[in-house]
Antibody, heavy 118, light 110 residues
Framework: EVQLVESGGGLVQPGGSLRLSCSASGFTFSSYWMSWVRQAPGKGLEWVANIKQDGSEKYYVDSVKGRFTISRDNAKNSLYLQMNSLRAEDTAVYYC???????????WGQGTLVTVSS | QSALTQPASVSGSPGQSITISCTGT?????????VSWYQQHPGKAPKFMIYEDSKRPSGVSNRFSGSKSGNTASLTISGLQAEDEADYYCCSYAGSSTFVFGGGTKLTVL
């Protein structure tokens, strides 16, 4: 069974940093694209970033370019999102998702809440 | 990277069929056969329902079907059931390995 468990969320001040983690199990982690998708309170889903199986390609939504960095450690079956220069508008539940066919998000974790506030 | 356009809400009675539209552009929905659909119940993670415009992952009820014409994709739910009441999101590949979601549609089962 595919399992994705996010961690690392919390309250951070504007301008601060946070690192999210996603621990994967139940599948061969190194064989799949992985993504981060977020959902602001009461709002819709927003694709944030994804990373190829070997980490050689990474892509981001314009609003986080230069501030967020996606990475993975295939030996640890883990996905990460380093978030710097955080803004109030980054407040959201952040979901980790495994690619189904190609990079299309298929299986999702339960999410971790990030709150950016002073 | 503009969000795809979905109706804010749709409704239907048990047993009926409803369709949710998802309108993009020739740069996303219209260019690739890579529209996916997700169901989200309150407080829960999204569930994968449709991929590559019209394919169902294993385990998804055949009451859910997807289609596409030009820049508009659609999700149809037939034989509406109370448990189908949820938010539904479309998502399209937008080139350069990026994706864009729709704003979401709240389905109410009357």
């Amino acid at each position: 069974e595919v399992q994705l468990v996010e961690s690392g969320g919390g309250l951070v001040q504007p301008g601060g940093s946070l690192r999210l983690s996603c621990s994967a199990s139940g599948f061969t982690f190194s064989s799949y694209w992985m993504s981060w998708v977020r959902q602001a309170p009461g709002k819709g889903l927003e694709w944030v970033a994804n990373i190829k199986q070997d980490g050689s390609e990474k892509y981001y939504v314009d609003s986080v370019k230069g501030r967020f960095t996606i990475s993975r450690d295939n030996a640890k079956n883990s996905l990460y999102l380093q978030m710097n220069s955080l803004r109030a508008e980054d407040t959201a539940v952040y979901y980790c998702a495994r690619g189904f066919v190609g990079a299309t998000p298929g299986y999702w974790g339960q999410g971790t809440l990030v709150t950016v506030s002073s | 990277q503009s969000a795809l356009t979905q109706p804010a809400s749709v409704s239907g009675s048990p047993g009926q069929s409803i369709t949710i539209s998802c309108t993009g552009t020739s740069s996303d929905v219209g260019s690739y056969n890579l529209v996916s659909w997700y169901q989200q119940h309150p407080g829960k993670a999204p569930k994968f329902m449709i991929y590559e415009d019209s394919k169902r992952p294993s385990g998804v009820s055949n009451r859910f079907s997807g289609s596409k014409s030009g820049n508009t994709a659609s999700l149809t739910i037939s034989g509406l059931q109370a448990e189908d009441e949820a938010d539904y999101y479309c998502c399209s590949y937008a080139g350069s390995s990026t994706f864009v979601f729709g704003g979401g549609t709240k389905l109410t089962v009357l």
